[in-house]
């Protein structure tokens, strides 16, 4: 028997910038700290300087790696007998998957807030009757965020 087919299919996959941004870093800081090895320091500049600077590149570089690859693309697929199934993957980790029975939704959610430049941004939550909440999207455009919670509300069928 074929499964049936989703109502709504959500897939938020921002977070790959981050892990391909800190894939970069983390490569040129390694080819860095690989040439200064080999080559020593350049006469530039003091050695102290040039291996303090990759230094303070690792120790800002591996928590904010560990930061940046905790980030979960996420896929939301509503059934059409209202029941919700969340799946969140990060690149080194096994995906999460988190089934919700229908009627197990209290809201959907579209927050606005700041990006770190200050700029508006909004996010759209799903709210669970037990209090948990998953960011499912998010964005510049509130019309878009807005459409999104709408087509949800009406799947799941909240007010």
């Known amino acids: 028997m074929q499964a049936a087919a989703p109502l709504i299919d959500i897939r938020n996959r921002t977070a790959i910038a981050a892990w391909v941004f800190m894939a970069i870093w983390l490569g040129m800081l390694v080819l860095f700290t690989w040439l200064l090895a080999r080559d020593g ?3 530039s500049q003091p050695a102290w300087v040039q291996r303090g600077a990759i230094g303070l590149f690792w120790l800002m570089g591996v928590p904010v790696a560990g930061y940046m690859f905790g ?12 029941a919700v199934r969340l799946a969140r993957r990060t690149p080194f980790t096994t995906r999460d998957i988190e ?4 009627g197990s939704i209290a809201a959907i959610e579209v927050r606005a807030g700041k990006d770190d430049e200050g700029d508006p941004y909004w996010r759209t939550f799903m709210v669970a009757r037990d209090g948990r909440e998953r960011m499912l999207r998010e964005g510049r455009a509130p019309a878009e965020q807005e459409a999104l919670a709408a087509r949800l509300r009406a799947a799941l069928g909240l007010a």
């Open 41 to 43: 320091p350049h006469p």
């Open 71 to 82: 980030l979960p693309c996420t896929r939301l697929v509503v059934l059409p007998d209202g």
């Open 99 to 102: 089934t919700h029975a229908p």
